[in-house]
């Protein structure tokens, strides 16, 4: 373990009792409830399904009861507003200078075939906010491409060079693209450490859609500055910027509820807390030492590289002897969420399979007891709903046997008197009511909070809108839960019967689902929906109304998975007041920013094609074929036959066009800066008008008109280039 100059934190005493505190506030009442559960059973759980009931019903009881205690702590410790162990609270006073001169700090923006326009108007908010501080000079700013997009790549660098010269920006905006994108973003950031880590103290990691405020990069490293036994400091961010109606009631949730979750999770864990990913600073050089991710070795879809490899950096670092911390009390980080339902599961499927690979790393040598209870509490955010499904099943099934078998009043043992089965109503009232409390009493706990804040609301809308709001939230969240359910254990089961997940680029824009999309993805939930539903009535219809809101929801899912799609309908919601957030009351400076920023109108070009036709702007534009030939590497000779092959492929471009080129081909040729030369020029060699046209060099006449002149130049340079 690393010496980090605190050996003893004083933190460390606090988090021992209250984590035995959290042990016990959990385990009793779950042995309650169990035992509570058992007696309302026929056979009071002795039976082999039964215990089985009872068992996943401890776990699932268990597992809601932290997220209880998680959101009270958090409900007190703003209520007091006295945070001793807030590490932000040594920096609240200091100005927007950074002492330390010497203390510089890498931003990284790591991207995969995303939307140029929208990464550069993030990039080009968060560079002017931190130009308002006066400490930008100690920011570089670092785009980490691992696009294979052919089109993407060429935006990506066109709009990159254009961004340096428009904010004279030459020399602190860098952009890199890999060549081959292993380990994903993981890989991608362990690239940025090998080639130019030592140069920088900290590096802050955002995510493509990553918004932060240039005071709160600031005042981030100077927090770090202040607690050099810090190695990671992570940022709760917000949700924003979204239309649809299932996204907007994500952002709602997040704003509403999230502040008070985030200072519950900061009470618990302390030093001990969890790095999301993005909008962090990490200290360098003990990452770069430390947190290098393993491959875990084997095959299948729980072996070889981590996707969620954030959880395992922060254990590692931990056990560098370096504090992870929450600052649950910063504002100004902001995060875009998935638009539609279908976005939402395709990610959830990634960060599923990621975090069942940490089952593997449980018993890992010299992590420390918190980060296990992490891994174990990420595995179960997925696990769950298998078990959550598990205990629906076994109830239905225990339903319908109660119909089927004849039950036995005289069990084997010898015994003078009838096991009568008992009811008890108060009973089942108690057990369904404690439940209830648990899931829903900390959103009245976070409306409480936001109305002794502002007794007004006004941030939400108003106290009419903001109590609309939760309703409505909680009325979304209870019908689209059993759709989440059955997907997220699908998942769960695919993965631990061998089946793998690619990686994709995640959608973030408002597209919305159609209905072919959410029938394709949903028949088979609402077939087991209505299934499920129908054996129970036609076998006992007294238990059918316990299950028919699940029922209700899976037969439902695809109709639910279009409509709350629809940026339509969230705007309607918008205007009527309902599911508002306080940026769209109050728009920060950075958020009208990112606003203008996105509306700024595309640069000049001569050529009759899109800025998004990246290789062929490579191919034709002068400009941008020189810009992409000077940031390739220095050209290698190849084998013969690759040489061969590569001349083969410049021919069918210019015997067929761009359109008969696939983009594994296209690729190719982008790395190969003397082909594309050789493609280059033949290409303004051209003689025939149609061949040039496909170029876009020439546009054709209408049919039977081709005796008109051309009607764009052909040989002719649009710029001045001599």
């Not at 061969?644 to 690729?667: C, D, F, H, W, Y």
């Amino acid at each position: 373990m690393h010496d980090t100059g605190m050996p003893n934190p004083s933190w460390n005493r606090a988090a021992s009792w209250r984590r035995i505190l959290l042990i016990v506030l959990v385990i009793l009442p779950t042995i309650a409830a169990a035992r509570t559960m058992a007696a309302l059973l026929p056979f009071r759980g002795g039976t082999a399904m039964e215990f089985l009931l009872v068992a996943v019903f401890a776990v699932l009881f268990a597992w809601i009861s932290v997220g209880f205690w998680t959101a009270s702590m958090g409900f007190f410790l703003l209520l007091g507003k006295n945070n001793r162990f807030s590490v932000s609270r040594a920096c609240e006073h200091m100005d927007w200078s950074i002492a330390d001169r010497t203390a510089r700090t890498a931003v990284l923006i790591p991207i995969y075939n995303e939307d140029v326009k929208r990464v550069m108007a993030g990039l080009r908010t968060v560079f002017t906010s931190l130009g308002k501080t006066g400490s930008s000079d100690l920011f570089d700013v670092f785009l980490l491409s691992d696009t294979t997009d052919p089109d993407i790549w060429v935006e990506e660098e066109e709009a990159w060079r254009r961004f340096c010269r428009e904010e004279n920006a030459s020399g602190r905006v860098f952009y890199r693209r890999r060549s081959s994108n292993s380990r994903r973003k993981s890989g991608n950031v362990a690239d940025f450490c090998r080639r130019w880590g030592k140069n920088y103290r900290y590096m802050i990691v955002f995510d493509a859609d990553s918004i932060m405020a240039g005071t709160t990069l600031v005042r981030m490293v100077q927090c770090m500055e202040a607690r050099p036994d810090i190695g990671i400091l992570q940022t709760p961010p917000a949700g924003v910027n979204r239309e649809t109606l299932i996204a907007r009631a994500q952002q709602f949730a997040n704003h509403v509820y999230g502040p008070m979750f985030a200072a519950g999770l900061h009470f618990w864990q302390l030093g001990d807390a969890q790095y999301w990913g993005h909008n962090a600073i990490i200290r360098t050089e003990p990452f770069m030492k430390y947190c290098q991710v393993p491959r875990l070795p084997g095959k299948g879809p729980l072996a070889g590289d981590i996707l969620s490899h954030d959880f395992v950096e922060a254990a590692l670092m931990r056990r560098a002897g370096y504090g992870v911390w929450l600052a649950y009390d910063l504002g100004g980080s902001w995060e875009e969420t998935p638009p539609t339902l279908l976005d939402e599961l395709k990610r959830d499927r990634r960060w599923c399979q990621g975090n069942l690979q940490h089952m593997r790393l449980l018993f890992t040598r010299g992590f420390f007891p918190t980060h296990r209870a992490l891994f174990l509490n990420g595995i179960l955010s997925y696990g769950s709903a298998l078990l959550w499904l598990a205990f629906l099943l076994l109830s239905s099934a225990q339903a319908v046997a109660e119909v089927f078998f004849e039950p036995v009043y005289f069990p084997g043992t010898k015994t003078l008197f009838p096991q009568w089965p008992v009811w008890h109503p108060h009973w089942a009232l108690t057990l369904l009511g404690s439940t209830a409390v648990l899931l829903f009493l900390p959103k009245l706990f976070s409306m409480v909070l936001i109305l002794l804040r502002d007794p007004s609301a006004r941030a939400f809308g108003g106290r009419t809108n903001l109590v609309s709001g939760i309703l409505l939230e909680v009325g979304l969240s209870t019908l689209l839960a059993p759709v989440r359910m059955i997907f997220h254990s699908l998942f769960v089961t695919a993965t631990l019967l061998g089946k793998s997940v690619g990686w994709g680029s995640q959608s973030r824009d408002d597209r919305g689902t159609s209905w072919s999309e959410a029938l394709s993805a949903h028949w088979w939930g609402t077939l087991f929906g209505a299934a499920w539903g129908g054996l129970v009535y036609l076998a006992n219809p007294s238990f059918f109304p316990w299950i028919s809101p699940i029922v209700v929801s899976l037969v439902l899912s695809a109709p639910l998975s279009v409509f709350t799609s629809r940026a339509s309908l969230g705007r309607a919601f918008r205007n009527s007041g309902l599911l508002l957030i306080p940026e769209e009351v109050e728009l920060p400076a950075e958020l009208a920013d990112l606003e203008e920023n996105l509306r700024r109108p595309e640069p000049y070009t001569p050529f009759p094609f899109s800025r998004k036709q990246g290789f062929l702007r490579a191919v034709v534009d002068p400009l941008v074929h020189a810009l992409h030939t000077s940031l390739l590497l220095r050209y290698k000779k190849k084998a013969p036959a690759r040489e061969n092959a590569m001349e083969g492929l410049v021919e069918k471009a210019i015997a067929k066009g761009p359109g008969s080129l696939t983009q594994r081909e296209k690729i190719e040729l982008l790395k190969d800066p003397r082909r594309l030369a050789e493609l280059h020029r033949r290409v303004w060699e051209l003689e025939d008008r149609d061949a040039a046209a496909l170029w876009g060099l020439v546009v054709l006449p209408p049919a039977g008109d081709r005796n008109s002149p051309f009607l764009a130049g052909r040989k002719e340079c649009p710029y001045d280039v001599s």
